[in-house]
């Protein structure tokens, strides 16, 4: 059944009259006349009585109209939803995030700015480690992670960097070297480290033991926290120290020094993942929120 058929009938029944409901739609009135015999001729069901200057709805013409008007709206709220779709206005998006990230204040503000801008969007939240977070992209259980490199190699995955920021060292209160206001990273050659868990090759973790490496020493580590705010707590309890990016130094500031660490390169670079082919409007949206060129990982 053409969709016309039901616009043709709807006014035809609000009208009651041929001349003024063709004079609505904008056609003739012998086309009308046709269509709605074809459409009553389909249905099998006489729609209107025809009377000598007079038209009326049978009631099986009312009970059609008012299923008529139904459709009509329906088709209309798809129209629309599809067209707010195409612009990212409507859909789902689901959002990973390391906790490091959740600190950084161009995250929250990419995520306040889109939710604002975007209401109607169910935006999801999921807080994992960075090596987590990867496969739950690649495999399309995410569309968008907030995450710090190293991420590992992937034709697939682009990254866009949003900041860095130096790495410090962080001590429990009354630690040999809290008074201190730098340090070097081989004079903790002997110290217990505490470090978030390190279960692929990927994240913050990796570069620190790296850049220890690099130093000539693998630090001893003692313990692996599940995140970097239970890292900093078991410092404060005395259990080691830890290397942590500086936007966590308001974290236990009372029970914990942070030291700036001299001569390395350690930086804490933060960026949004994304797959690099098949984005929906509501991904694309995001990513526009966010500064940066996006590259392929190497």
């Known amino acids: 059944m ?3 058929h039901l616009k043709y009938f709807v006014v035809l029944a609000e009208e009651l009259h041929f001349t003024r409901a063709a004079l609505r739609i ?5 086309p009308l006349t046709f269509q709605i015999k074809a459409l009553e001729t389909e249905l099998g069901v006489r729609l209107f009585d025809r009377q000598p200057g007079r038209v009326t709805l049978t009631e099986p013409g009312k009970v059609y109209l008012e299923e008529a008007r139904a459709i009509l709206e329906h088709v209309k709220k798809a129209t629309l939803r599809c067209q707010l779709s195409a ?25 306040h700015r889109y939710r604002s801008l975007y209401p ?17 992209l690649r495999q399309g259980r995410i569309d968008v992670a907030f995450v710090r490199p190293p991420i590992g190699d992937d034709d697939e995955i682009r990254f866009v ?47 620190v033991l790296s850049a220890c490496e690099d130093k000539g020493f693998s630090p001893k580590v003692v313990q692996y926290a599940p995140q970097i705010s239970s890292t900093i707590n078991l410092v404060a309890s005395g259990l080691g120290i830890s290397i942590v990016p500086s936007c966590m130094r308001g974290s236990r500031a009372d029970d914990v020094r942070y030291i700036s660490v001299n001569g390395s390169r350690m930086v804490a670079s933060l960026g949004l993942a994304h797959r690099a082919n098949g984005l929906s409007p509501v991904v694309q949206n995001l990513i526009d929120l966010v500064p940066g060129d996006a590259t392929t990982i190497r």
Not at 26 to 30: D, E, F, K, L, V
Not at 120 to 136: A, K, N
Not at 189 to 207: A, H, I, K, N
Request: glycine residues 8%.
């Open 2 to 4: 053409d969709l016309r």
């Open 26 to 30: 904008g056609i003739a009135q012998p």
């Open 87 to 111: 612009q990212g206005m409507v859909g789902r998006l689901r959002v990973g995030f390391t906790e490091s990230a959740s600190f950084r204040e161009e995250v929250t503000t990419a995520l």
């Open 120 to 136: 109607q969007v169910e935006m999801s939240l999921e807080e994992s480690r960075t090596g987590p977070l990867m496969d739950s």
């Open 161 to 207: 960097l949003m900041s860095t920021e130096p790495m410090v060292v962080v001590v429990p209160k009354g630690h040999r070297l809290d008074g201190r206001r730098t340090v070097r990273l081989e004079d903790l050659r002997d110290e217990l480290f505490v470090l978030y868990s390190r279960t692929t090759r990927s994240g913050l973790p990796e570069m």
